[in-house]
């Protein structure tokens, strides 16, 4: 006789592992295992009932939200502020020197210290291409 109360305890120790991962595949063994235990509560003596739920709800669960997963996991996670300034222009307030290795600009109301492959002078528009700690790597912007 399958005790119903293994699949449960299954499903219990499947989840605590999913929460630890977080990869939303282990949530739906888990959901697998704990209609398997409620089948085989019902079922009683039947073993193979209990094993058949258990593979086809796992099965069809997967299946039916690996599209959602993936959609998730290929947009990342949310953007941070400083992640958000890639793209803004900015005003130059310090000439930026590549080989000085010097230059500031303003971004909104923030400044920010300049890095750029070409001398920029000061009160020219910028393009921001990259964070990198506290320094924007710009590109001036054309006309």
């Known amino acids: 006789m399958v005790e119903w109360w293994i699949w449960l305890v ?10 630890m991962s977080g990869t939303m595949f282990l949530l739906w063994i888990a959901c697998g295992a704990f209609l398997a235990g409620i089948v085989a509560l019902l079922v009683g003596g039947i073993w193979w009932v209990p094993w058949v739920v258990f593979t086809v709800t796992s099965v069809a669960l997967i299946a039916a939200t690996r599209p959602m997963v993936r959609a998730m996991q290929a947009a990342g996670g949310p953007q941070s502020n400083v992640d958000g300034l890639v793209g803004q222009e900015a005003v130059v307030l310090v000439s930026i020197d590549p080989v000085a290795n010097t230059g500031r600009v303003r971004v909104g109301s923030d400044e920010w210290r300049a890095r750029c492959s070409v001398a920029v002078s000061e009160g020219r528009r910028v393009l921001v291409e990259e964070v990198q700690g506290a320094t924007l790597t710009v590109r001036p912007v054309e006309g």
């Not at 299954?10 to 929460?19: H, K, M, N, R, T």
């Open 10 to 19: 299954a499903g219990l120790i499947i989840l605590i592992v999913e929460l």
